[in-house]
């Protein structure tokens, strides 16, 4: 099955510090990926979705300029946090677009801790 | 107002009965509906999808069912094993206005299914 990895799976900043995270499909082309952040025993909220060559759509309530999605390419999108403070510590998930009607497929994960 | 609920955070049964979850939405009109299974500290794992004009799917010990007019689907695992314990979430795909589904996910909070040996 398509294969969906991120990078890193962990990660420890000090507050005020930038953080990117990678999402890559191994075997397969996506034109669109989403990201999303799941806070303990919540559920998984979307936060915008990343179109290869063009801006990201970002939902409501997320701020576009703390959270720079770049998709440069149709295997890659990177999510930077920038200024990061404590309450942007979450698990962040991405997720690639298959070619199938409803096919998506999940990275495993990034766990972002901001002190 | 716009929800998508499943029904308990925690399920707990004895190995070798079936689990039945529960996921009810309103207000919305989904293109597909989903179930994905998440383990601690990892992302979701695709399960079963099932298109709003199929009733129920099945795949090995898997069976889902997805009822419109209620607006509730039912996940079940028969012959359940420690091994399936983990917490499952469902969500949905919704319809664009000019069809097709948007692509992007609303996921319920899930439930935490714990097998007993």
């Known amino acids: 099955g398509a294969v969906v990895s991120q990078h890193p799976s962990r990660v420890i900043c000090k507050s005020g510090t930038s953080v990117k995270i990678e999402c890559r499909s191994l075997?397969?082309?996506?034109?669109?990926m989403f990201w999303y952040r799941q806070f303990p025993k919540q559920s998984l909220m979307l936060m915008a979705t990343?179109?290869?060559?063009?801006?990201?759509?970002?939902e409501q309530g997320v701020e576009k300029d703390k959270f720079l999605i770049n998709h440069a390419s149709l295997t890659l999108s990177t999510l930077t946090v920038t200024s990061a403070h404590p309450e942007d510590s979450s698990f962040y998930i991405c997720?690639?677009?298959?070619?199938?009607?409803?096919?998506?497929?999940f990275g495993p994960g990034t766990r972002l801790t901001v002190t | 107002s716009q929800k998508i609920e499943q029904n308990s955070e925690a399920l707990n049964i004895q190995e070798g009965k079936t689990a039945t979850l529960t996921c009810n939405y309103t207000?919305?009109?989904?293109?597909?509906l989903q179930w994905y299974r998440q383990d601690p500290g990892r992302g979701p794992v695709f399960l079963l999808l099932?298109?709003?004009?199929?009733k129920e799917k099945r795949k090995e010990r898997l069976k889902v069912t997805f009822d419109t007019t209620l607006k509730q689907s039912l996940f079940h695992i028969t012959a359940s094993q420690p091994a399936d314990s983990a917490t499952y979430l469902c969500?949905?795909?919704?319809?664009?206005?000019?069809?097709?589904?948007?692509?992007?996910?609303?996921f319920g909070k899930g439930t935490k299914l714990s097998v007993k040996p």
């Open positions: 997720s690639a677009r298959g070619q199938g009607p409803g096919e998506q497929y």
């Open positions: 075997d397969f082309q996506a034109t669109t």
């Open positions: 990343s179109n290869e060559g063009s801006k990201a759509t970002y």
């Open positions: 207000n919305y009109s989904p293109a597909y």
């Open positions: 099932i298109r709003e004009n199929e």
């Open positions: 969500a949905l795909d919704l319809f664009m206005n000019y069809g097709g589904s948007q692509g992007n996910l609303i």
